[in-house]
């Protein structure tokens, strides 16, 4: 079975501020690993996924994750964030067999003030 | 809109009613997920279906939750005899291929659902 922590509930940042929404898993299997963000009274949106290959990934909206699979993190960053990046974001991860379906950690929620 | 559709986008129901959610998948998707979620919990899994077949319901509730796909129509997410602690938003998301190895889910708006 997989599992995902996202060690911070919340996260406030000035805009243009760099930020790091930090996420580790645990798994006794190869994994693929996801961040999705939701904005208010939605639902998720794919930001960016980890398959295989290159362990830096870039998504949408300028943010990029890094797979780091000594650590078992998969980390999500933007140099520079803007207003309209408030939102809540969560990692996820499903094993590489099959059938299986994508396990989300509780969350983040990001607050971008001016 | 090609999403997926998920109806109605909030429902209310008092305690002991029936509750029923319904999602549509993206079109060319045979791929059904249904997830909770509840403040400060993230998203819990309850249950993976395809057309006509459950595949999964390790996070499903084992009594008063059912769910099914069927061949023709939406997939419906049915709670029988609500209690408050129902209360959730209910996310539907759908994918075209096996699992979210290389189809990545995507996500309808949810059903939230308020037990009085």
């Known amino acids: 079975a997989q599992s995902v922590t996202q060690l911070d509930s919340q996260v406030p940042v000035f805009e243009e501020a760099p930020v790091e929404l930090r996420c580790n898993y645990s798994?006794?299997?190869?994994?693929?690993l996801f961040w999705y963000v939701q904005y208010p009274n939605q639902g998720l949106q794919l930001l960016l996924k980890y398959l295989s290959g290159s362990t830096l990934v870039k998504g949408i909206n300028g943010f990029e994750a890094e797979f780091n699979k000594s650590q078992t993190s998969f980390h999500l960053r933007k140099p520079s964030v803007h207003i309209s990046d408030t939102a809540e974001y969560f990692c996820a991860v499903s094993s590489n067999q099959a059938g299986t379906a994508l396990i989300f950690g509780k969350g983040t929620t990001l607050s971008v003030s001016s | 809109n090609a999403g997926v559709m998920q109806n109605p986008r909030h429902l209310v129901r008092r305690r002991g009613q029936e509750a029923r959610l319904r999602c549509s998948p993206m079109?060319?998707?045979?791929?059904v997920y249904w997830y909770r979620q509840l403040p400060e919990e993230g998203l819990k899994f309850m249950v993976y279906?395809?057309?006509?077949?459950?595949?999964?319901e390790s996070g499903m509730p084992k009594e008063r939750f059912s769910a099914e796909f069927p061949k023709e129509g939406p997939s419906i997410l049915r709670i029988q005899q609500v209690v408050r602690g129902d209360s959730a938003a209910y996310f539907c998301a759908s994918s075209s291929g096996q699992g979210s190895s290389n189809s990545p889910l995507h996500f309808g708006n949810g059903t939230r659902l308020t037990v009085t």
């Open positions: 079109k060319g998707h045979s791929h």
């Open positions: 279906l395809q057309k006509e077949n459950i595949i999964d």
């Open positions: 798994s006794s299997v190869s994994v693929y």
